[in-house]
């Protein structure tokens, strides 16, 4: 028995949020691996709202498969997977059971297709934010982001729309791998008074990436893919992990890719004229980043410049700071000096390590 969109859209709407799984993974279909029937095709476009299985489309969406593609263009879809183009005013969504007031973040990966600057919207209604793809963080292209939203209700709408009307129809934003991860944010301790210091809570990491994850310029703290963070910069901040980089603890770290256009704050509590210690560790990735390094760090009026040469083996140094406190909130704020890329792809962007930022009151 088929179920028709329509009904299963009111079989999730009556599912209790109880009943709703921690959520990790792919969306159903989130690799596009299940593609739309020969008969929904006209060459790489999709016929019909529904033909792509477990999503609904509007607008001009091609299916594109990876290796070669017509007229000698270049795609950064792995030979064998498969992606989808959003053509002028294209959207792509998908309805999934969540629970009602948790945090989560959608892992994907996405690229332009064209030398034209090209925005992805993503959405999970009433929260939108647009993704500027003109800077390319890697050089074959294929960048993975992550995006926060936390859910108003027990169904949240995923939709991704190229809000863009290019010259070129054969211009779009590129979207591969979807998937969805429940953050759990972490909260501040005696010990240290930043939330999610380490870094360890963050995106889900997709098993075919081994380019980090890049958290996208202007996200707040209370939405942040990487919780109780801010990135306030104009340009993204990419999450690393220590499974395919260097990181100096844990599992996890962050890496300042774009010199002082990628800055990284928390905002932490305080007691106004008290004494406190900010403390943290910067390094390599052990990536083919190599050269002299620059992290500056600021909290109230106080500044640390934390100078670090990369030999690209990894390795890290620690560093801090003593401030007074002058009201009972105090931004904390991270960025490196300088813009590096790597030596052996001078293409692909990359910069100084920042793990473990603590911060705990001190005596005078």
């Given at each position: 028995?088929?179920?028709?969109?329509?009904?299963?859209?009111?079989?999730?709407?009556?599912?209790?949020?109880?009943?709703?799984?921690?959520?990790?993974?792919l969306?159903p279909n989130?690799?596009?691996?299940?593609?739309?029937?020969?008969?929904h095709?006209?060459?790489?476009?999709?016929?019909?709202?529904?033909?792509?299985?477990?999503?609904?489309?509007?607008?001009?969406?091609?299916?594109?498969?990876?290796?070669?593609?017509?007229?000698?263009?270049?795609f950064?879809?792995?030979r064998?997977?498969?992606?989808?183009?959003l053509?002028?005013?294209?959207?792509?969504?998908?309805?999934i059971?969540?629970?009602?007031?948790s945090f989560?973040?959608?892992?994907f990966?996405s690229?332009?297709?064209?030398?034209?600057?090209?925005?992805?919207?993503?959405?999970?209604?009433?929260?939108s934010?647009?993704?500027?793809?003109?800077?390319?963080?890697s050089?074959?292209?294929?960048?993975?982001?992550?995006?926060?939203?936390?859910?108003?209700?027990?169904?949240a709408?995923?939709?991704?729309?190229?809000?863009?009307?290019?010259?070129?129809?054969?211009?779009?934003?590129?979207?591969?791998?979807?998937?969805?991860?429940?953050?759990?944010p972490?909260?501040?301790?005696r010990?240290?008074?930043?939330?999610?210091?380490?870094?360890?809570?963050?995106?889900?990491?997709l098993?075919?990436?081994?380019?980090?994850?890049?958290?996208?310029?202007?996200?707040?703290?209370?939405?942040?893919?990487?919780?109780?963070w801010?990135?306030?910069?104009?340009?993204?901040?990419?999450?690393?992990d220590?499974?395919?980089?260097?990181v100096?603890?844990?599992?996890a770290a962050?890496?300042?890719v774009?010199g002082r256009?990628?800055?990284?704050?928390?905002?932490?509590r305080?007691i106004?004229?008290?004494?406190?210690?900010?403390?943290f560790?910067?390094?390599?990735?052990?990536?083919?980043?190599?050269?002299?390094?620059l992290?500056?760090?600021?909290?109230?009026?106080?500044?640390?410049?934390?100078?670090?040469?990369?030999?690209?083996?990894?390795?890290?140094?620690?560093?801090?700071?003593?401030?007074?406190?002058?009201?009972?909130?105090?931004r904390?704020?991270?960025?490196?000096?300088?813009?590096h890329?790597?030596?052996?792809?001078?293409?692909?962007l990359?910069?100084?390590?920042?793990?473990?930022?603590?911060?705990?009151?001190?005596?005078?």
């Amino acid at each position: 028995m088929t179920v028709s969109p329509l009904l299963y859209f009111y079989l999730l709407l009556y599912i209790p949020s109880c009943a709703v799984g921690y959520l990790d993974g792919l969306l159903p279909n989130g690799d596009f691996e299940q593609g739309p029937k020969a008969s929904h095709l006209n060459k790489t476009v999709i016929l019909g709202k529904h033909a792509l299985p477990k999503w609904e489309i509007h607008g001009l969406v091609e299916y594109i498969h990876g290796g070669p593609q017509p007229y000698g263009m270049f795609f950064p879809v792995p030979r064998d997977h498969h992606a989808v183009r959003l053509g002028n005013e294209a959207t792509i969504s998908q309805s999934i059971p969540v629970k009602e007031g948790s945090f989560y973040s959608l892992t994907f990966s996405s690229s332009r297709t064209c030398a034209q600057d090209e925005v992805l919207r993503v959405s999970v209604p009433p929260l939108s934010g647009d993704l500027p793809l003109q800077t390319l963080y890697s050089s074959n292209g294929g960048d993975t982001y992550a995006w926060g939203f936390r859910a108003t209700s027990g169904i949240a709408k995923v939709i991704f729309h190229n809000p863009g009307i290019q010259e070129d129809p054969a211009c779009g934003p590129l979207l591969g791998a979807v998937a969805i991860k429940e953050l759990f944010p972490p909260r501040p301790t005696r010990v240290n008074l930043v939330k999610n210091g380490g870094f360890e809570e963050g995106p889900y990491l997709l098993k075919n990436t081994t380019s980090g994850i890049l958290l996208p310029p202007k996200q707040e703290d209370y939405t942040s893919p990487l919780p109780g963070w801010i990135i306030e910069s104009l340009k993204a901040i990419r999450y690393v992990d220590s499974e395919h980089f260097k990181v100096p603890f844990g599992l996890a770290a962050v890496e300042l890719v774009a010199g002082r256009e990628s800055a990284i704050a928390q905002v932490i509590r305080t007691i106004p004229n008290r004494f406190y210690n900010l403390s943290f560790v910067v390094g390599d990735a052990k990536n083919g980043c190599h050269g002299s390094m620059l992290v500056e760090a600021f909290a109230v009026n106080e500044t640390a410049k934390v100078q670090y040469h990369s030999h690209g083996k990894g390795e890290h140094r620690a560093a801090s700071i003593k401030f007074t406190a002058i009201g009972a909130r105090t931004r904390i704020t991270f960025f490196s000096s300088f813009y590096h890329t790597k030596t052996d792809d001078t293409g692909s962007l990359c910069g100084p390590i920042l793990d473990q930022v603590r911060v705990h009151p001190v005596h005078k």
